[in-house]
């Protein structure tokens, strides 16, 4: 029972188990843990059992009146799992034989439990059975806790070599990670969009595992090198959405203008019942909240200006050129202290992804014409090339693929 308990938690670890049975054994899971205040009165019961007996509890144990065997075998289900902390792992390896030993890391101890291993493995060529003890060292324990710490990463190469040679061997779970990482990327080049929590990639529910990693980057639980490759992944996927949003206006725009040619006036409401046509009413009754709510980029504004889109209220495009000039002045500033402009990865910054937005906008008014001259020659002057062969979207492909 024990050795399906671990299996079960494994595969949900690495998205594997349907999601139906991990709920269901989510339900058992729960009804297992205990409170954290209440953890070292259950620790305390079980080193008496420990001292007492000399073994640890089956899965079934009941000792003082309590389900000693439940609570210890969800302990190793979370030790397997980097859920305890350090002063909590450290508590359940002082524990006496099996537990201690089998998962001790000190040189001079494993040489000798591996050793006596050994010796079994050489005669009889296969897997101890978990009724195997000699020199009171459980070798099927013994075992499965050389996995484990291969999967942690817990020992030398040397030893880890010195087990292959036995038949002991596992895949290390920052090497699971990463090879669930690169299926991320792949399937995200593949699609151009985030998974979503139900999506199954290549017979993997990549969808649930990539939330987990979010929610393990966002709680801090990321190795460095995990986190510092899953920020510029994060980071990337931003950046790619930000220019699907643009696509969507510009859909949107190209055909209110179309529209506007045909019919030689704006859509009105009653006009028709067909959805397309109510969306584009929509869109063009959005654009001008935005507008009047100051949301609207200097882009998009010339843009809708191009086609002499009715605003209503014409005073606003006052405040629009005091915000453009507030805006180059920021920038001015953030090139005297950091000696460049706003790039992608600056958008985790709120106030400098502003900026990078801002800057964006001016490169797309430029392409397209709609940059008055006087703004050219004041973008140039603190270095903006509007020449550069090289976006922030083409940078993200080269790097991606």
Known sequence: MGEWFFSQIEKIEIGKLPKDKEEKFSTIYHLLEEKHTGWNKYFDILKEYVDEKNALPTAKETYKSVDIGKWFLTQKMRYK?????????????????????????????????????????????????????????NLS??????????????????????????????????????????????????????????????????????????????????????????????????????????AIWLEHYENLKLYIEKN??????????????????????????????????????????????????????NGYEQKWHANFIRLSAFFEVYGRLPICSDIKEPEIGKLYFWVNDQRKAYKNGLLKPDRLEQLRSIGLDFEAPETDMNAFEKKMG
């Open 141 to 246: 324990n013994w075992q499965y806790a050389q996995k484990l710490l291969i999967k942690r990463d817990r020992l030398s190469k040397e030893q880890e070599e010195l087990l292959r040679k036995v038949g002991i061997t596992a895949t290390k779970y920052k090497d699971i990670w990463f090879d669930n990482f690169e299926l991320l990327k792949k399937y995200f080049l593949e699609y151009n969009r985030e998974p979503e929590r139900k999506t199954v990639y290549e017979n993997f529910s990549l969808g649930r595992w990539y939330y987990k990693q979010k929610d393990a980057y966002e709680d801090n639980k990321l190795s460095d090198e995990q986190k510092e490759v899953f920020k510029t992944f994060i980071n990337d996927v931003e950046c790619r959405s930000i220019s699907k949003y643009d």
């Open 81 to 137: 799992n980097n859920l305890l902390t350090s002063e909590k792992e450290k508590m359940l390896e002082s524990l006496s034989i099996p537990f201690s030993a089998v998962m001790t890391v000190d040189p001079k101890i494993w040489e000798a439990q591996y050793n006596i291993y050994r010796s079994y493995y050489d005669i009889y060529q296969k897997e101890p059975t978990s009724d195997v003890v000699i020199e009171n060292l």
């Open 264 to 317: 030689k006036k704006y859509p009105q409401k009653d006009d028709s019942t067909d959805i397309a046509f109510k969306n584009l009413y929509n869109w063009m009754i959005s654009q001008r909240h935005l507008y009047r709510a100051n949301k609207l980029s200097q882009y998009r504004i010339d843009k809708l200006n191009e086609i002499n889109f009715a605003w209503k209220n014409e005073d606003i495009a």
